[in-house]
C-alpha cells in the first residue's frame, strides 16, 4: 500500500499506525523491530507491505500487518538561490538597472501582437 503515515501509536502494547491512502484511512500494527522505522516515516509518504485483514465484505482491509515500510522518494526542489545561480540572474536593486533594447520597429512589433490575440 501507498498512503501518507499519519499517525502513530508507539506504546508496547499498541505499535499502530495510520496510512491515508487515496481510498481511505488504513489502519496498521507493525512490530517492535519497525518501531524506529515508522517513528522516521512519520507524516511521509510510505510504501508499506504487510498482510492484509479484510472486512467481512472482503472489499475493504480492516487493518494491515506492515512486515515493511519504507519512504517513497519524491523529486526535491531546488532553492532559489540555486536556481538564481544556474541561471546566472542576480536581483534588481533598481529600476535603472534594467536595460531595455530598443525595438526598430514598433508599429510592426504592436501590429504582429494585435494579430496573434486576434488569431487565439
Do not use: K, N, W
Not at 496498521?28 to 519497525?34: D, I, S, Y
Not at 467481512?56 to 506492515?66: F, G, K, W, Y
Not at 532553492?79 to 538564481?84: N, P, V
Amino acid at each position: 500500500m501507498v498512503g501518507r503515515l499519519q499517525m502513530g501509536d508507539f506504546s508496547p502494547a499498541s505499535l499502530l499506525c495510520r496510512i491515508d491512502t487515496y481510498a481511505g484511512s488504513i489502519q496498521c500494527g507493525f512490530g517492535a523491530e519497525l518501531r524506529d522505522t515508522v517513528l522516521d516515516c512519520m507524516d511521509e509518504l510510505v510504501m508499506a507491505h504487510g498482510v492484509a485483514e479484510l472486512q467481512p465484505d472482503e472489499s475493504t482491509i480492516r487493518v494491515l500487518r506492515i512486515s515493511e515500510i519504507s519512504p517513497v522518494g519524491h523529486p526535491t526542489t531546488p532553492s532559489l538561490d540555486r536556481l538564481a545561480a544556474e541561471q546566472m540572474v542576480a536581483p534588481v536593486d533598481s529600476i535603472s538597472d534594467l536595460s531595455i533594447e530598443p525595438i526598430d520597429d514598433f508599429d510592426s512589433f504592436l501590429a504582429a501582437i494585435s494579430s496573434a490575440r486576434e488569431d487565439g
